[in-house]
């Protein structure tokens, strides 16, 4: 397939922008994002760049016109518009397809559009009650595999989203002590998490000796399968639905996060120097041996 040679000087202009979308998933590869977060940008655009078409907007050359008269912010405006009233679409969906978006503007070599981000609140949505918590726990309790119990209180003390959670590589992960745990994450931007949970820090060291212990094709992944290679969302989602299915609810990464953010919210009221312990500042490389 003949593309562009994206490079300043853009020697095709006017090629067709559907024919370019195979070059952008290339220039993913040279970003820091999960595999699954790479391949949502690549369904969102190729979604924005079939909008463009509807509407007469086909090049690059198009969008760059539509920016030197002050469309482009319209369209996206409007693009945005759709994508909440027709498409029915969320507020973290639409602030992805916006994400990626300005990604492709990146590799177009044009310039973004500030958008103002839909606001996405966590109070509303679905929380365990404290018997369903309970509930929860004996279950991961229950669990014989190590890194399954692990991945169940990771996700409940750290508020990670599912694919940050599944593309942890080792080296995110520092054991301070038997209470904490640091995470430091690069996807969509770095985020630095400290967890206070003495349970948590021994299902994590427990994983990690039993880790080093197996062949991996991948060395860098925390989390991995059987067979040796970085587990992947979906096994993940397999393995919160069967802790569900036994504690009897329905769980569920996103509940676990809300319900990891509600109860963290009851403790820094009673005592608000929890608040300045959850998030610190941690080396960005770590040596693998603390975890033996």
Known sequence: MNVFDFTPSFERPTQALSLVLESFA???SGITRSPHTKRTYVTQVNKFVKYLKEIGCSTRQDLVDMQNDGRKSLLLRRYRGQLKNVGG???SSINNALIAIDHFFDFLGIERVELKREIRSLSTG???SAEQEAHFMRAVTSQKNCRDRAIALVLYRSGLR????????ISNIHIRDKNIVDL?????????RRLDCERTCVELSLYLR???QMQSSDREALWINRDGSRLSVSG??????????QAGIDLSAETLRRTGF???QKFEAHDPELYDRRIVSVPTEVDPTVFL
């Open 89 to 91: 679409c969320s507020a």
């Open 210 to 212: 039993y880790r080093r």
């Open 26 to 28: 290339d220039w993913l």
């Open 162 to 169: 599912i694919g940050e959670c599944a593309a942890l590589d």
């Open 126 to 128: 679905k929380a365990l």
């Open 184 to 192: 430091v994450t690069v996807n969509g931007g770095l985020m630095e």
């Open 236 to 245: 993940i989602v397999y393995i919160l639905r069967r802790i569900g299915w």
């Open 262 to 264: 509600a109860s963290r």
